[in-house]
């Protein structure tokens, strides 16, 4: 079995017992910054780490996180620990966050601009695509600057794009410019 499947199975778990212990929204709270502190490449390395005892990570762990996370978190973590798979934390905490979307319906969307927008423009774009959700859904726009688009702006969700930037249009410019198909056309008059 992959690690990404294991991790699933873990984020399920954790899905389910949160649910049923009406904690759900504390403990996805608890993933995305477990997540976050993931990225810290010491820490994943600290998690990866053979050399380091199980015993001195779950103690980092706790000094870390003891109070400031969800206990049943806390106690998920301790699990993974004494499992011997806290190197998943990362996985299970992303595949925890995907699964909670997925539950509340929350639809990812990626904005690229050239410059940061506004929450007006945010809002106007979410308004504006509203119609690619299913009822229910609702879209949770992330920014992201790209100073080559130009101006305008691309959103990408799920498989769906939609490319607005200055950078496509003056793309199609210079290829219309440059095209000579209309050529044959007018030599045949």
């Known amino acids: 079995m992959s690690q990404l499947q294991i991790a699933q199975r873990y ?3 954790l899905v389910d ?3 049923e212990q009406g904690v759900l929204e504390s403990v996805y709270q608890d993933m995305q910054t477990f997540a976050e502190v993931c990225r810290n490449n010491e820490f994943a390395a600290m998690l990866k780490s053979p050399v380091v005892h199980s015993d001195k990570k779950l103690g980092v762990l706790k000094e870390l996180f003891h109070g400031k996370v969800q206990p049943l ?17 990362p996985t299970v905490s992303l595949a925890f966050i995907e699964q909670f ?3 509340k319906k929350i639809r990812p969307a990626r904005v ?3 410059k940061a927008l506004s929450n007006e423009e945010l809002e106007s774009i979410r ?3 509203s119609f690619w959700l299913l009822p229910g859904e ?4 992330n920014q992201k600057v790209d100073p080559s688009l130009i101006g305008g702006f691309i959103l990408e969700m799920g498989d769906r794009n939609y490319d607005a930037s200055i950078k496509r249009q003056l793309g199609e410019l210079k290829e219309n410019l440059y ?4 050529i044959s056309l007018v030599e045949r008059r």
């Open 11 to 13: 984020a399920k778990s």
């Open 17 to 19: 017992l949160s649910t």
């Open 73 to 89: 978190t806390l106690q998920f973590v301790n699990l993974l620990v004494q499992k011997g798979r806290e190197y998943l934390l």
């Open 101 to 103: 979307k997925s539950i």
């Open 112 to 114: 690229l601009s050239a």
């Open 127 to 129: 308004k504006k695509f």
């Open 138 to 141: 609702t879209m949770e726009l």
């Open 179 to 182: 095209d000579t198909s209309y």
